[in-house]
């Protein structure tokens, strides 16, 4: 009963936002979180009037925090709430890595505690501006974590789905299908799935390099198991610096593979 409460409060708390999307991978390592965070500014940077949230609920291995360049931020406890960091007007980021003093302790907890601080993310942190987008990263795999936040979102209208990464690496897909299977499980919509890594293009010579050439994920993913292909990002180094430096891929379009543009209109569309 007690449970049934915390859905309800937690269903009001969110119903102002009108959308929310949780990002998953079956794999660590695939590009979970810089899709999240790109995606993030990329709808917040071409899009001035929405107001887009980034909620990290990865215990043991946040990475929002780096990856939007807010790493040694210090999260505010007032009587409305926790207050998220702005890193633009309308882009705020909440992760547990402001709160964690020393990872170490995170990688060790358990169950019931983890569940607890999904919940206070969920219940307690004061967006302050009405939310068009709440972007949710979740560690890889299923975990503690995403039964905790998709029981926790029960009672929510406004969940829109699960978008999945991916490599064109056939062991990634076969994650994929996994957490296909864990979505449909607890009635999770699926939006679609993002390939990331999947070309390198030569920059001497422009020739597309297929790294991870492995069965099409069209075939295997769109085709085998109706999930949708969002779109479709290259290797570039620019993505990796990016992440590594906190930095937005957006701001400077022309140095920006065409591709990488490309794949996130895609995935906005
Ligand atoms: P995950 O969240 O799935 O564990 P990350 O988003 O942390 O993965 O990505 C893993 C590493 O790969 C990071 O260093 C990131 O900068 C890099 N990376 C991810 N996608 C790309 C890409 N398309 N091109 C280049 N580097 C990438």
Known sequence: KDAEQDYYEIARKLSPIKHIIIIMSGKGGVGKSTVATQLA?????????CNVGLLDVDICGPSIPK?????NEEIFNSASGWSPIFVDDN????SCGFLLESLDDAVIWRGPRKNGIIKQFLRDVDWSEQLDYLIIDTPPGTSDEHLSLVNY????QNVRGAIMVTTPQEIAQMDVRKQVEFCHKVKLPIIGYVENMSVFVCPKCSKEN????????KFTLEDKYGI???G??????LIGKSCDEGKSLFTDDKVLDNRILQAF?????
């Open 91 to 94: 882009l705020a980021v909440m």
């Open 232 to 237: 479709r990002l290259p290797i570039d180094p």
């Open 210 to 217: 297929y790294i991870f050439k492995s069965k099409s994920t």
């Open 228 to 230: 949708k292909l969002l």
């Open 153 to 156: 979102l029960k009672f929510c």
């Open 265 to 269: 209109q895609d995935l906005w569309d």
């Open 67 to 71: 990856t939007m360049g807010v790493e």
């Open 41 to 49: 500014r990329f709808i917040a940077f071409n899009n001035p009037k």
